[in-house]
T-cell receptor, first 117, second 111 residues
Framework: GAVVSQHPSWVICKSGTSVKIECRSL??????MFWYRQFPKQSLMLMAT?????????EQGVEKDKFLINHASLTLSTLTVTSAHPEDSSFYIC?????????????FGPGTRLTVL | DAKTTQPPSMDCAEGRAANLPCNHS???????VYWYRQIHSQGPQYIIH???NNETNEMASLIITEDRKSSTLILPHATLRDTAVYYC????????????FGQGTELSVKP
């Protein structure tokens, strides 16, 4: 099956610094990628949708200047949490959709756990 | 907002069938029912999807009522590894691909 990877799997950073999380589709071209975050004991919350070569579309309430998303190629999307604060600590999960087929299925990455001290 | 309602938790004995219900009374004619599951601290895993006919694959069966207002995911022989949170999601096929997750059902399979 299609594989989506994320890097890093976990990261600890100091308050005020920026953190970049990578999401890669390993064996397919992802025309659309999605970013979610999940707090403990809660469900996944969609943050934004990005299409390759276009600006990301953010869900209501998500600060686009704080969560910078770049989808520069068909296999890579990045999420940068700028000026991170402890309340940004969360589990960030990306998802990718194969644009050439099997469009009913989204493939999820393993997630990145961010801890901001 | 999520358009589905699921029980928050369920238990199932190992080796027995696990039947997970989902209500989606406001589903539209062009919306599909999808099921994903999330094992602790991992990304969600696709299980199955359907429009109006019952579906079966190597992981599970999906039973959709005739009026499409509810469905049931069936894991025929649950194992301990099936312990996870199961999410029932409705979405329009191919419309932006957004999956909006509700609270899901936490299934505990017990020996």
């Amino acid at each position: 099956g299609a594989v989506v990877s994320q890097h890093p799997s976990w990261v600890i950073c100091k308050s005020g610094t920026s953190v970049k999380i990578e999401c890669r589709s390993l064996d397919f071209q992802a025309t659309t990628m999605f970013w979610y975050r999940q707090f403990p004991k809660q469900s996944l919350m969609l943050m934004a949708t990005s299409n390759e070569g276009s600006k990301a579309t953010y869900e209501q309430g998500v600060e686009k200047d704080k969560f910078l998303i770049n989808h520069a190629s068909l296999t890579l999307s990045t999420l940068t949490v700028t000026s991170a604060h402890p309340e940004d600590s969360s589990f960030y999960i990306c998802s990718a959709r194969d644009g050439r087929g099997r469009t009913y299925e989204q493939f999820f990455g393993p997630g990145t756990r961010l801890t901001v001290l | 907002d999520a358009k589905t309602t699921q029980p928050p938790s369920m238990d199932c004995a190992e080796g027995r069938a696990a039947n997970l219900p989902c209500n989606h009374s406001t589903i539209s004619g062009n919306e599909y029912v999808y099921w994903y599951r999330q094992i602790h601290s991992q990304g969600p895993q696709y299980i199955i999807h359907g429009l109006k006919n019952n579906e079966t694959n190597e992981m599970a069966s999906l039973i959709i009522t005739e009026d499409r207002k509810s469905s049931t995911l069936i894991l025929p022989h649950a194992t301990l590894r099936d312990t996870a949170v199961y999410y029932c999601i409705v979405r329009v096929y191919n419309q932006g691909g957004k999956l909006i997750f509700g609270q899901g059902t936490e299934l505990s399979v017990k020996p």
